[in-house]
């Protein structure tokens, strides 16, 4: 089966830090950028990082930018997304999702994904 598997999600105090996992079953992620995106109750979905197939290049959204950090190991067919200094309005369902492509760069794109992840809900609070 061919899909995409987010792990890592949990209950956090602000302040605190989580990794997110990506893993992609049933292909390889090599010639995919990959992009974490995350959904708040009642708001619309809010892309926050891309990585590149190769990970030399990677973006974010103003909101996480440094605090969060995506990166990938492909020999272990794995995206990651490290957290830190987490605060309330981080609180979401987080999903990962592939899009094929030979391009150095990758793109905060709203669709065009062939691979979505079910989402890893991500809490904090005190």
């Known amino acids: 089966q061919l899909q995409l598997v987010e792990s890592g999600g949990g209950l956090v105090q602000p302040g605190g830090s989580l990794r997110l996992s990506c893993a992609a079953s049933g292909f390889t992620l090599d010639n995919y950028a990959i992009n974490w995106f995350r959904q708040a109750p009642g708001k619309e979905r809010e892309g926050i990082s891309c990585?590149?197939?190769?990970?030399?290049?990677?973006n974010y959204a103003d909101s996480v930018k440094g605090r969060f950090t995506i990166f990938r190991d492909n020999a272990k067919n794995t995206v990651y997304l490290e957290m830190n200094n987490l605060k309330p309005e981080d609180t979401a369902v987080y999903s990962c999702?592939?899009?094929?492509?030979?391009?150095?760069?990758?793109?905060?794109?709203?669709?065009?994904?062939?691979?979505w992840g079910q989402g890893t809900q991500v809490s904090v609070s005190s």
């Open positions: 990585i590149s197939s190769s990970g030399s290049y990677t």
């Open positions: 999702a592939a899009y094929n492509t030979f391009s150095s760069m990758c793109f905060m794109r709203p669709r065009g994904y062939t691979y």
